[in-house]
């Protein structure tokens, strides 16, 4: 067991450990995208995502894509994500980063509407999102189903130019696919395909992007 002044002292180690570590994170030098690939021979995307809002995804044939950097991707569906950005995170260090160096925290449905998350908090973590309802906040009945932490892959240097673009708060339609990663010493990174299943671990989408924009004004409005 440990007194009083020591938990004091090593909670202010773990505190200072997680703070310098995220600052080398974001401070050292962007390494330059591994990935080039030449979307004109990859599967059709629908151009936007559903009415409703939720995203549009359909499944396609099992192509394998070179990534580059020693990682390959086969592509599970289609898929197109249009929401407001919630939370962004850049990796630099971690086995990914020279293929994904970005993550966007991003809701749609109700929660992309103006006000929609007035009533959420949201945190990242490494390769994840942290979200909590505060208690007084009136939720839609699937309100965490449109919470989505999304890991992205650039298909080419500029497209990687217009994702690093992205600020929180803006609104955005994000094209691509579902994702399996292998390759470069990494167990198989194999995206979520269901919107129930959680942001945390195991409930992420993996998305190989091929095209991104940033639309003006709200859902209803872009559409």
């Not at 200072?16 to 080398?24: E, R």
């Not at 591994?34 to 990859?42: I, K, N, Q, Y």
């Not at 909590?132 to 990687?160: F, G, Y």
């Not at 989408?205 to 940033?214: A, G, N």
């Amino acid at each position: 067991m440990f007194d009083e002044s020591t938990k004091i002292a090593l909670f202010a180690v773990f505190i200072g450990a997680w703070f310098f570590n995220l600052t080398a994170e974001q401070l050292a030098p962007r390494a330059e995208l591994a990935t080039a690939v030449e979307s004109a021979r990859l599967p059709p995307v629908p151009p936007r995502a559903m009415p409703d809002g939720s995203p549009a995804q359909e499944r396609v044939a099992a192509t394998r894509v070179a990534l580059g950097d020693g990682f390959e991707a086969k592509l599970l569906t289609s898929y197109v994500l249009e929401g407001r950005v919630v939370t962004r995170r850049e990796f630099r260090h971690d086995r990914t980063s020279a293929i994904s160096p970005l993550d966007l925290g991003i809701v749609w449905g109700d929660l992309a509407e103006p006000g929609g998350v007035d009533g959420i908090e949201f945190r990242t973590a490494p390769r994840a999102i942290w979200f909590s309802r505060t208690s007084d906040a009136e939720m839609p009945a699937n309100w965490k189903d449109q919470v989505t932490n999304n890991h992205l892959i650039p298909a080419n240097q500029a497209v990687n130019d217009a994702l690093m673009a992205i600020d929180v708060g803006a609104h955005v339609r994000i094209r691509g696919y579902l994702v399996v990663v292998t390759g470069n010493r990494i167990s198989p990174w194999r995206s979520s395909t269901r919107r129930d299943d959680g942001s945390i671990v195991g409930g992420c989408e993996i998305i190989l992007v091929t095209d991104v924009e940033v639309l003006r004004g709200t859902r209803t409005a872009a559409l």
